[in-house]
C-alpha cells in the first residue's frame, strides 16, 4: 500500500471522528486509527528513503538496491 493512500484514509478517519459525539466511543476508535495509519506511512516513508540511500531490502518489492 502506498503511503499517499494511507495518509487519506488517516484524514479522512479524522474529519469522520471529529463528526461524532464527544461521548460517542468510535470517536477515540477513529483517532486511534488515524494516528496508527500515519505512523505506518511515515514508516514505509522512512524505509523507503534508507533504501534509496543505501543497500536496504525494501519492504515493497523485496529487491536490493546497492
Known amino acids: 500500500m502506498d503511503t499517499l493512500s494511507l495518509k487519506e484514509k488517516a484524514a479522512l ?3 469522520i ?3 461524532l459525539s464527544w ?5 477515540m476508535q477513529l483517532a486511534d486509527l488515524a494516528d ?3 505512523r505506518q506511512a511515515r514508516e ?3 524505509q ?4 534509496q540511500d543505501g543497500g536496504i ?3 515493497d518489492t523485496g529487491t ?3
Request: one cysteine or more; aromatic letters at 0%; glycine letters at 4%.
Open 13 to 15: 478517519c479524522l474529519r
Open 23 to 27: 461521548n460517542n466511543p468510535s470517536r
Open 64 to 66: 536490493i538496491r546497492s
Open 36 to 38: 496508527r495509519l500515519d
Open 48 to 51: 523507503n528513503n534508507c533504501a
Open 17 to 19: 471522528a471529529r463528526g
Open 44 to 46: 514505509i516513508e522512512l
Open 57 to 59: 531490502v525494501t519492504a
